[in-house]
């Protein structure tokens, strides 16, 4: 039995707009036998007061059948900004994970931290990735890079990065 965590972050590119759900089995206990589903539930009514409705919409007309077809062919463009950004990386040797079953792609630079990465691409490339730190010890050494973007500023910046990262 498991708490299950889900959102429209990835799936429907709602990034940022905080919008999914969370399923916790009513016959999830503690040992002591007092049901978590209260607990969760106190949680979430004290710290979160719900999406708003206009984002609730949005939800919903993700999942109507015509919003779906609309929603694959949005996420399948990203894909393809995604395959972009991991052919430039690898391209350079670069060990990428991510961006096959969504539209972030994690970039190794060995013997950097990647503070050190995100500021050297910053600076001399005008790109802005997120340093794989921020997501918790693991990402040390790793810059995220998202594929959510128009395909001219992907490609401009894979040939900045080509540039830069091979000097």
């Given at each position: 039995?498991?708490?299950?965590?889900?959102?429209?972050?990835?799936?429907a590119g709602f990034t940022g707009v905080r919008?999914?759900?969370t399923v916790v089995p009513e016959e999830l206990v503690y040992a002591n036998g007092y049901p978590m589903i209260r607990d969760y539930d106190r949680i979430v009514c004290t710290c979160?007061?719900?999406?708003s409705n206009i984002v609730q919409a949005g939800g919903l007309a993700c999942l109507s059948e015509e919003g779906f077809e609309a929603?694959?062919?949005t996420m399948g463009y990203y894909m393809e900004n995604a395959k972009i950004l991991v052919e430039t990386f690898e391209s350079m040797g670069k060990k990428v994970y991510g961006g096959k079953n969504g539209p972030y792609v994690w970039v190794h630079f060995p013997g950097l931290?990647?503070?050190q990465v995100f500021n050297k691409i910053l600076e001399r490339a005008a790109i802005v990735t997120?340093?794989?730190i921020g997501?918790?010890?693991?990402?040390?050494?790793y810059v995220r890079v998202s594929a959510f973007g128009h395909r001219e500023c992907i490609l401009e910046a894979s040939r900045r990065l080509t540039k830069l990262l091979l000097k």
């Amino acid at each position: 039995m498991a708490i299950e965590i889900s959102s429209f972050s990835k799936f429907a590119g709602f990034t940022g707009v905080r919008l999914g759900w969370t399923v916790v089995p009513e016959e999830l206990v503690y040992a002591n036998g007092y049901p978590m589903i209260r607990d969760y539930d106190r949680i979430v009514c004290t710290c979160f007061n719900g999406a708003s409705n206009i984002v609730q919409a949005g939800g919903l007309a993700c999942l109507s059948e015509e919003g779906f077809e609309a929603l694959k062919r949005t996420m399948g463009y990203y894909m393809e900004n995604a395959k972009i950004l991991v052919e430039t990386f690898e391209s350079m040797g670069k060990k990428v994970y991510g961006g096959k079953n969504g539209p972030y792609v994690w970039v190794h630079f060995p013997g950097l931290s990647s503070w050190q990465v995100f500021n050297k691409i910053l600076e001399r490339a005008a790109i802005v990735t997120v340093p794989g730190i921020g997501f918790g010890p693991g990402g040390e050494g790793y810059v995220r890079v998202s594929a959510f973007g128009h395909r001219e500023c992907i490609l401009e910046a894979s040939r900045r990065l080509t540039k830069l990262l091979l000097k």
